[in-house]
């Protein structure tokens, strides 16, 4: 019987050192193989014709050739799926995020210290898998300019405190949760954000979604109230999880164990939230590798509240949405594009059965 054949990966760093320690990560696990390294974008582009990579691990500043420069160019001619490792600078988080938008596939922050990649144990093997099995088409599909026509804004939801709209993604999500978000009217109750994303990466891509949305959006600080009008971001490095107490739900970070392979994971939010759902918590599971969010939906929709799981067919990759599918726990399943008025019609809807039934919590 044959063995499955490995992903095939191609290093692409201008440190030998940075270059040796990933090699090193990756070629621990036995569904891995690293077929080559490079140290700059111009021996990368032979090495990619020659050995044929599945994945490229790809550093952001390097000589001759920018990494940004050369991903743009990879993807126009030659595109797969990549994965950046940057630098935790300022800087560098702006360029993973441009490296996002521009098709790569996931972010993975850089070490302070080259021998530490190795620290990294499974998470980075788990990235790569993850990215090998990436619907690649749709990293290269962003919705046109002025092609989204935004949805009448829910009905305002300071009459109603319980009003809750929780979104999770990993693989694909940052330009998925960024097409969901700018398709939001202003006016919106408070909704909490997990992405599986690096520390600081995490800060910068609150930034970015704040100059982009009708309402604010921030990275989440420990007993942050959950406000209508704002939206939060879980830090990367930090679970989040709400409560709710005095008339309104209220934001906990906490550095638990990762759960699966992650922190910030998905499932913390969503089980936190379970307590107090009702038909006015809406939640969406948007692409990603693995389970994670899959279970906590379920417990969501168990308690009342509106689910709803990305499609197939605009997924990344289809592994949340699919585990939460397969559990019963997604309501309805939709396209990518379909899901901010799904939302709005669920918040419409939930909001107005909460406050007909007295007989809930």
Known sequence: MNSPRKVRVLVVDDSAVVRRSISDTLGRDPELEVVGTACDPYVARDQIIELKPDVLTLDMEMPRMDGLTFLRVLQKHHPMPVIVISSVTTAGSQLALDAL??????????????WSIAELGEQLPHRVKAAARARFVNLRTPAPPGETVRPAP???????PRALLLIG??????????????????GMPGICVVQHIPPVFSTAFAKRLND????????????????PGLALIAPGGYHMSLSFEGGHYRVSLGQGPPLHFTRPAVDVLFNS?????????????????GADGALGMQRLRQKGARTIAQNEATCVVFGMPRAAIELGA?????????????????LRHGSGERQSNTNLP
Not at 169 to 186: D, F, N, Y
């Open 101 to 114: 938008a521009a098709g790569a596939v996931d972010v993975i922050a850089k070490p302070t210290s080259a």
């Open 154 to 160: 829910p009905p305002r939801p300071h009459g109603n």
């Open 169 to 186: 993604a990993s693989t694909g999500g940052t330009e998925a949760i960024k097409r969901v978000l700018t398709a939001l009217p202003g």
């Open 212 to 227: 982009s949305c009708q309402f604010e959006v921030r990275e989440a600080a420990n007993g942050d109230k959950v406000l």
């Open 273 to 289: 939230a379970a307590p107090w759902a009702g038909p006015d918590t809406v939640a969406a599971l948007l692409t990603g590798m």
């Open 330 to 346: 997604a309501e309805r399943v939709l396209p990518l594009d379909e899901i901010p008025g799904a939302l709005l019609d669920a």
